[in-house]
């Protein structure tokens, strides 16, 4: 595989789309000033919040998130990994979905996220994604302009099988856009990360939220 240069995007993403989203496209913009051809954002760049926020920003695909990535991809002329955002579905869940624009703006994939954030500590925390999210079914890797790239999110890095998988297909980047929590990213965040690279020999890319979202909601 020849070089490239990478960016992984960190936001601090809110309720507030338009914001996010004029975030987003400003550290895509300085990525591929830099050099970048491969740049990735994190999950769920263009709303974080509450589960009811999270739903009620959900977007059909295509849509208005998705078609400005696209169109950014194409001006910029590099390879975009639009993180994460909700996907409108025929239920009253979503779907947590990660898309890959080529240089010229097509879609080249998408990915919904497989394993789902269900976590119950009694006297502590108890949140479940299964509540307002459907999982995906279906792995995603795609040829790109800088090698085969395989698609996981957040949550995921916990399941090695998904990453071997991809290893055992080809993949040579393993993109894992992410909202990892304060507490566990603080633990086990860098450790899975590199795990999951060095076992499977592969590149591992996971552009992570970090920071206060509001309420309760901190990244790591």
């Not at 051809?37 to 509450?50: D, R, W, Y």
């Not at 566990?184 to 920071?211: C, K, M, S, Y």
């Amino acid at each position: 595989m020849s070089r490239h240069i990478v960016a992984a995007v960190q936001m601090t993403s809110t309720a507030n789309k338009a914001e996010n989203l004029a975030i987003a496209e400003r550290l895509v913009r300085r990525a591929s000033k830099r050099g970048a051809q491969l740049v990735a954002i994190p999950e769920l760049f263009n709303c974080l919040g509450e589960p009811e926020t999270i739903v009620a920003n959900a977007e059909p695909i295509p849509g208005p998130t998705s078609q400005l990535m696209g169109q950014l991809a194409a001006e910029l002329g590099i390879t975009l990994v639009a993180g994460s955002i909700g996907e409108q579905t025929e239920s009253k869940k979503i779907c947590n979905t990660s898309l890959i624009f080529g240089p010229d703006g097509s879609p080249l994939a998408k990915y919904q996220k497989v394993h789902l954030f269900d976590i119950d500590l009694p006297g502590r925390v108890t949140f479940r994604e299964s509540d307002f999210m459907t999982p995906g079914e279906v792995l995603a890797i795609t040829e790109t302009e800088v090698g085969q790239l395989a698609q996981a999110t957040c949550y995921d890095i916990r399941f090695p099988n998904l990453f071997q998988l991809y290893a055992d297909r080809g993949a040579e980047i393993i993109v894992t856009p992410s909202a990892f929590t304060l507490p566990t990213g603080r633990d086990h965040w860098e450790v899975l990360l590199r795990a999951r690279a060095i076992e499977n020999q592969v590149f591992i890319v996971a552009p992570n939220q970090f920071g206060k979202h509001g309420g309760e909601l901190n990244s790591y």
